[in-house]
C-alpha cells in the first residue's frame, strides 16, 4: 500500500509555521503532496478542512488518513514517524533547549511580527523603521541568538536542527528588510538561508499577494 503524506500550506507561501513543516519534510527526504489553500478566500474555514484539523489553520499534514494541525506537533509527530534523520536534536537537554527556543519564538515576537510580517520577506520590502516599542522584543531576539549561536557558527547545537531554520526565519524578517543582524550571526543565517531545503521554501512560486485580514 502507498503511503498518503500531504502538507497543507498557504498559497502565498509566507506562514512561518509552514515553513517549518516543509523544511522539515525536505530534510527527511519523504516523498509528500502539497495543497495550497486561498486564506484569502476563506479555504481554511471550508466545513471538511475543519472538522479534519480542528483548529482550521495552516499548516496541516494528513498522513495515511490521519489529520494533524499545529507546526510544532506536526514537526514532533514527524521526527517519531521518520526518524531518520531527526530534525530535532538526539541529546534530550539539546532537544529541550531547541524546544525553548521554538515554543519562546512563537509566543514571544509579536511586535517583530506585526513590523515585519512575512510579506515583507517574500514581497514587497518594508519601508518603515520598526517602531520605538518592537525595539525591545529586536534586543531580546538578538541577546537570545547572540548567547546560543558562537561568534560564526552555523548552527546552535553544533549540527543543523530544525530550530536553527526557525530562529533564521525570524532574524531574516530584519535581516532582508535593510536591518543590521548583529556581525556574529552572519555565517549562521547565511549557512541556514542556503540549505537546500530552506531554499525549496524560498523560491518556492508564490500567487500574486492579495491582503487578506
Ligand atoms: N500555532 C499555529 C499557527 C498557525 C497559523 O496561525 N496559521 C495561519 C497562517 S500563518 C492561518 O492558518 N491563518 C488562517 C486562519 O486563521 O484562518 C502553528 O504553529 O501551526
Not at 509528500?32 to 466545513?47: G, I, M, N, S, Y
Not at 494533524?68 to 514517524?81: N, P, T, V
Request: proline share 8%; with cysteine; hydrophobic share 40%.
Amino acid at each position: 500500500m502507498t503511503m498518503s503524506l500531504t502538507l497543507y500550506s498557504d498559497r502565498f507561501w509566507i506562514s512561518p509555521f509552514v515553513f517549518s513543516c516543509y523544511v522539515t519534510l525536505k530534510e527527511k527526504g519523504v516523498p509528500f503532496d502539497l495543497v495550497e489553500l486561498a486564506l484569502d478566500k476563506q479555504e481554511t474555514r471550508k466545513p471538511d478542512y475543519v472538522a479534519h484539523t480542528l483548529t482550521a489553520k495552516v499548516p496541516a499534514l494528513e498522513h495515511d488518513g490521519f489529520w494533524l494541525a499545529e507546526s510544532s506537533a506536526i514537526i514532533e509527530y514527524l521526527d517519531e514517524q521518520f526518524p531518520s534523520p531527526r530534525v530535532l536534536p538526539a541529546d534530550s537537554r539539546q532537544r529541550a533547549r531547541a524546544r525553548q527556543i521554538m515554543a519562546w519564538l512563537r509566543t514571544d515576537m509579536d511586535p517583530l511580527r506585526r513590523d515585519r510580517p512575512t510579506t515583507v520577506m517574500f514581497y514587497e520590502k518594508s519601508t518603515q523603521p520598526p517602531a520605538d516599542d518592537t525595539r525591545g522584543c529586536i534586543e531580546r531576539l538578538y541577546r537570545v541568538a547572540t548567547a546560543l549561536v558562537p561568534n560564526g557558527a552555523t548552527s546552535l547545537f553544533g549540527e543543523w536542527s530544525i530550530a536553527d531554520s526557525e530562529l533564521a526565519f525570524m532574524l531574516q524578517r530584519l535581516g532582508l528588510n535593510g536591518d543590521a543582524l548583529p556581525p556574529s550571526l552572519h555565517a549562521f543565517v547565511e549557512a541556514q538561508w542556503s540549505r537546500p531545503s530552506v531554499k525549496g521554501y524560498l523560491a518556492h512560486p508564490r500567487a500574486p499577494y492579495v491582503p487578506y485580514g
